[in-house]
């Protein structure tokens, strides 16, 4: 069982908007950072986007203006807003720690485990 539980999945229409939760179970090293990732059925696990440990926010381009990460450390969450859901968006979302630097960003090996992730469906 990796560090963070995901939770807040569901089935929206297209267009619609959720936004999922990742709590993390101990306290990250300021250094690293947080990303999402998602595994659609039969296909690799990609990572969507990552917010790095200085906080700013780096996104694949198919998600780019309608998925927006964020974080609040006092409750030690990272958030994952996403908007003008597509039916491509259906998958499995997991988070895990990573290590940016520029703009390419690396799981964190101490941290390799998984959670269980939240599933997301969109469907009319």
């Known amino acids: 069982q990796g560090p963070f539980v995901e939770s807040g999945g569901g089935l929206v229409q297209p267009g619609g908007s959720l936004t999922l939760s990742c709590e993390a179970s101990?306290?990250?090293?300021?250094?690293?950072?947080v990303a999402w990732y998602r595994q659609a059925p039969g296909k690799q696990r990609d990572m969507v986007g990552a917010?790095?440990?200085?906080?700013?926010?780096k996104y694949v381009g198919s998600v780019k203006g309608r998925f927006t990460i964020t974080r609040d450390n006092a409750k030690k969450t990272v958030y994952l807003q996403m908007n003008s859901l597509k039916p491509e968006d259906t998958a499995v979302y997991y988070c895990s720690v990573v290590y940016c630097s520029g703009d390419v960003c690396s799981r964190v090996s101490e941290f390799s485990s998984w959670g269980q992730g939240t599933q997301v469906t969109v469907s009319s």
């Open positions: 101990t306290t990250i090293d300021s250094r690293y950072g």
């Open positions: 917010i790095s440990g200085d906080g700013s926010t």
